[in-house]
């Protein structure tokens, strides 16, 4: 096939966190891609449990400085990046103070989600992107992988939709199992909109958005899906049946799929 540029959004990528079925695959992709040829960028959260000493961050001065506005609030873009040593691929990371940085991941010290998962999610898609923008850097492929990056779909097909960065990429979507306790809130929907992302495009669903309805926006806004893991919620499966979106079943031999179904999306 024709080597391609990807783009890879990741909620969680080993080993920044721990090992489970999405920070492996998040790990394991992006290198595979890259030894097939394949031009990759890879981006995450950076979450506060990374340790940046370690993990050898440093912050990306040219690509840093954004302001991003969020439920009438400035919030300042910070991009950081670091090698995995083991692949050579590397791996930026969207910072910022009150979202990332000084937090855990998706769950506070005593386990709750964070009541503002949902502005995080906003932040961390429109953070990436405006940063692959500032790369000059224009993707075939956005691959999106962990409920965190859901809203990217929806951003690529509607707010960026004419950006030449984003004009003639594909979406895929990657379905995990949920690692999401509660609903985003009410104002989560508010705060999505943003330029041709308007609300009305989010009339059809609940106002309390979860971890399904996360999925079903997702998949209504991706040209293809992929089932990750063995154990998906049945009801996004069936949704992207009734969607008529191509999907890639599950297989733990991964590489030569997920090539093949890029190439034919």
Not at 7 to 29: A, T
Not at 222 to 235: L, P, T
Request: aromatic residues 10%; proline residues 4%; hydrophobic residues 35%.
């Amino acid at each position: 096939m024709a080597k391609k540029k990807i783009l890879f959004i990741n909620q969680e990528i080993s080993p920044y966190v721990e090992d489970n079925k999405l920070s492996v695959m998040g790990r394991e992709l992006p290198r595979v891609m890259q030894e097939l040829g394949h031009e990759i960028r890879t981006f995450m959260p950076k979450w506060g449990t990374i340790n940046e000493r370690r993990g050898q961050l440093h912050e990306v001065q040219r690509l840093s400085g954004m302001n991003l506005i969020i439920d009438e609030t400035d919030h300042p873009l910070i991009i950081k990046v670091a090698s995995i040593q083991s692949s050579h691929v590397a791996v930026y990371f969207i910072d910022n103070d009150d979202y990332f940085s000084k937090r855990k991941m998706i769950t506070d010290e005593s386990g709750e989600d964070y009541p503002d998962n949902g502005e995080r999610a906003i932040f961390f898609a429109r953070g990436v992107l405006e940063t692959v923008k500032k790369l000059r850097w224009v993707p075939d492929v956005i691959h999106c992988q962990g409920w965190m990056s859901a809203v990217v779909p929806l951003y690529v097909k509607t707010a960026y939709a004419d950006e030449p960065s984003y004009a003639n990429c594909k979406v895929v979507t990657s379905l995990f199992t949920n690692n999401l306790q509660k609903d985003l809130g009410t104002k989560f929907k508010r705060c999505l909109a943003f330029r041709e992302a308007k609300s009305e495009l989010l009339e059809d669903y609940n106002d309390n958005f979860d971890f399904l309805e996360l999925g079903k926006m997702a998949i209504d806004y991706s040209d293809g899906v992929i089932q990750a893991d063995s154990e998906v919620n049945s009801k996004l499966l069936d949704h992207v049946q009734k969607k008529g979106i191509p999907i890639l079943p599950y297989s733990e031999d991964f590489a030569a799929g997920y090539e093949e179904f890029y190439d034919n999306i």
